[in-house]
C-alpha cells in the first residue's frame, strides 16, 4: 500500500528529500507525473502521491519518510492495499533506465 503522512505531521520537511521516488510534496504543490502537473492532494500539511509510492521498494529496507519523520507520522494507506509485485513493477516504470537487483531491495524481505 501507498504510505499516507497524517495531520500530525509539523511540516518538517525531513521526509521529501529522502523518497527515492520524488513522492513527497509540501502541502498546496501540485504533483508531478511524466511531466503533467496534477492539483496538489493536501493544501497545509506534506502529502504522499500514491501514484508515485512504492514504500520504497527497490531501493530501500524500509519506508525512509518513516524513518526519518521526527513525529512518526507516515502511515501505511489502508485504503490502498498493495503487494511486493505490484510495488516493483512501479518502481521499474517510474525509473525505466534502473537496474534493479535480484533480489531487489525491499520491506517486503527485511530480515
Ligand atoms: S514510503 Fe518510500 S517511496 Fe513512499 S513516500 Fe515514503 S519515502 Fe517515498
Ligand atoms: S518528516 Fe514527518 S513531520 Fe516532517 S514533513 Fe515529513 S511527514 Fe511531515
Not at 14 to 26: K, M, R, T
Not at 30 to 51: N, T
Not at 82 to 95: G, V
Request: charged share 25%; aromatic share 8%.
Amino acid at each position: 500500500m501507498s504510505t499516507l503522512i497524517t495531520e500530525e505531521c509539523i511540516n518538517c520537511g525531513a521526509c521529501a528529500p529522502e523518497c527515492p521516488n520524488d513522492a513527497i510534496y509540501e502541502g498546496g504543490q501540485k504533483w508531478e507525473l511524466d511531466g503533467r502537473e496534477h492539483p496538489p492532494l493536501c493544501e497545509d500539511i506534506y502529502y504522499i502521491a500514491p501514484d508515485k509510492c512504492t514504500e520504497c521498494v527497490g531501493f530501500f529496507d524500509q519506508e525512509q519518510c518513516v524513518v526519518v519523520c521526527p513525529v512518526d507520522c507516515c502511515i501505511p494507506d489502508p485504503g490502498i492495499p498493495e503487494q511486493e509485485p505490484a510495488l516493483i513493477e512501479r518502481a521499474r516504470k517510474l525509473h525505466p533506465n534502473e537496474q534493479f537487483g535480484a533480489p531487489f531491495r525491499s520491506r517486503f524481505r527485511e530480515g
